[in-house]
């Protein structure tokens, strides 16, 4: 074997292979940490692409138990899933995304109300250094309803979610978004079923279809809506909320309530806004429904708000999201 041959030899058997293992008993030291490189807060020579601000980078769907306050004074704990996000400036590589979760962490005790997702942002927004901060805290919350004439009760669980944003002026504004899922028995099927038999003596079943309506709230800054006062406000304009426990005299009481409440999603929409509009401590709202069709092969779909300069715009166009 030649000279170089032999040294190349001796080279490959010299390289150093790291240990393929995890080492349970390593301990970080403050040198050790200071010495591991941060390429999340690299040079802006790093940045790839255009270098320009980003709108909203965070963290979607991270769970965690959270404690919420009750209509009855009562404190329960759900699981509750959290997106944050937050603006980036040009020339800043990227975010710490592990502090935006420190942060929320440090809320994690406290009973969650709209007006905390304040505190919390402000902290998003000293922690990471940035001009504006939107959180979003997504749960099922359970409200025990009685049958309609059985004298039976069960769990009902409603979509909701508390949102919060933070401007560059740290103006601040808190949102609840609430689904109520109703039935929607339809006035020109009712009619014609009616016709039908008074006519020429025939038996029909008119239709009605399983629906949902998403109301998005925005509460005056110094006012409360509890999710209970949501659920009131849709059950009092909608009258015919989807039943838990039904016995027989359940289910025709609620035969009859749709008599005697059917509605177009016009309707719908309509007996919503005037509920909300009557709330002062609802500074916006906007309101999205859907009539899961019995008829048709699609749906009905409708949108309303209220209308407020610089508030909601009635954009909604979501409406898979409201299949239920």
Known sequence: MNTAKKESVQQSEQVHHPLSHYDEGFKVTPEYKKSMPDVQNADRKQIKGANVPIMQVGMHNFKLPLKFMRGDCQVCTLEASVTATVSLAADCKGINMSRIMQVFYLFEDRIFTPDTLREILAKMKEQLKTSRARLRISFEYPIRQSSLRSGHSAWQYYSCTYEGLMDDLDIFRKIIHFDFVYSSACPCSAELSEHARYTRD???????????????????????????????????????????????????????????????????????????????????????????????????????????????????????????
């Open 202 to 324: 025939v038996y029909c079943v008119p239709h009605s279809q399983r629906s949902r309506a998403r109301v998005s709230a925005e509460i005056e800054d110094s006012a409360h809506v509890s999710i209970e006062d949501m659920h009131a406000h849709c059950l009092a304009a909608l009258k015919t909320e989807t039943q838990t426990m039904v016995k027989r005299e359940d289910e025709q009481a609620f035969a009859e309530l749709n008599g005697a409440y059917a509605k177009f999603i016009e309707d719908a929409a309509r007996l919503l806004y005037s509920e909300f509009n009557a709330d002062a401590r609802i500074k916006d709202f906007e309101i999205a429904c859907i009539h899961l069709e019995s008829l048709h092969s699609h749906d009905a779909v409708s949108v309303i708000c209220k209308g407020r300069p610089g508030g909601f715009t009635a954009d909604f166009s979501d409406f898979g999201d409201l299949v239920c």
